[in-house]
């Protein structure tokens, strides 16, 4: 059974840093690719950043050069660093695994509300 457990959302103050974790059951990584997602309240979920099970990373063009995402094989987590933050990305942000077959599989997510 795959299990994804998003952790470490919180309050922050703008230009603050968070640094969210997922920690993943049942599955490998390197048979993933890996994404963050992100709904604000009112708004479609929309992606945020991947990396791909080769290890390439892309991000939104609203979080490039703030965000970074990476993964720790040996814990079975992926990261999502959150820098210079911003009111604009208070949302629930959510940990997706597509494993080779197209199979997604979603944590149930971690709420981020940066003040301004």
């Known amino acids: 059974q795959v299990q994804l457990v998003e952790s470490g959302g919180g309050l922050v103050q703008a230009g603050g840093s968070l640094r969210l974790s997922c920690v993943a059951s049942?599955?490998?990584?390197?048979?993933?690719?890996m994404g963050w997602y992100r709904q604000a309240p009112g708004k479609q979920r929309e992606w945020v950043a991947g990396?791909?099970?080769?290890?390439?990373?892309n991000y939104a063009d609203s979080v490039k050069g703030r965000f970074t995402i990476s993964i720790d094989n040996h814990k079975n987590t992926v990261y999502l660093q959150m820098n210079v933050l911003k009111p604009e990305d208070t949302a629930d942000y959510y940990c997706?695994?597509?494993?080779?077959?197209?199979?997604?599989?979603w944590g149930k997510g971690t709420l981020v509300t940066v003040s301004s």
């Open positions: 049942g599955i490998i990584f390197s048979n993933n690719a």
């Open positions: 997706k695994a597509v494993n080779r077959y197209g199979m997604d599989y």
């Open positions: 990396m791909s099970r080769t290890g390439i990373t």
